[in-house]
């Protein structure tokens, strides 16, 4: 059964809705991207339109910038601290949006969403 962004089958009740169609292609989801710490691997995903996303897979350096001098740098990214999105993402060390990660700089929040921009940006914490 392919994943579907589709409307649910069900109301919040848990009433069921009368079925008006198939699914169609373009509800189609794709799986997940779990970035992780490691040797840089992206992908390049065609999308609706002939526009395009980068897939982060895993990436080793983090472009940081320092609020109080608004500088950035690239740097390396020594380990991983937490992710308060999910115990399960947190569990398995995956970078999402608002995931902490310490780097030469220091503890770092990342601030892009490294499934859909191919990057890792953050600021200082």
């Known amino acids: 059964m392919a994943r579907s962004q589709a409307r649910s089958k069900r109301k ?3 009433k069921k809705y009368k079925n008006f169609r198939k699914k169609r292609k373009r509800e189609l989801e794709r799986p997940r991207i779990d970035t992780e710490i490691g040797t840089d691997k992206k992908k390049k995903q065609r999308t609706m339109g002939g526009n395009f996303k980068l897939k982060l897979f895993a990436s080793q350096f983090i472009n940081v910038t320092d ?3 608004n500088k950035t740098t ?3 990214i ?3 601290e937490s992710n308060e999105a999910s115990k399960d993402l947190n569990r398995r060390h995956v ?3 608002g995931a902490i990660v310490e780097t030469e700089l220091g503890n770092a929040r990342i601030t892009s969403r490294p ?4 990057l890792l940006n953050g600021i200082l914490i």
Do not use: D, E, N, P
Request: glycine residues 16%.
């Open 12 to 14: 919040y009740t848990g």
């Open 67 to 69: 609020s109080s001098t």
């Open 74 to 76: 690239k740097v390396r």
């Open 78 to 80: 020594l380990r991983f």
């Open 95 to 97: 970078l999402t949006k």
């Open 115 to 118: 499934g859909q921009h191919g």
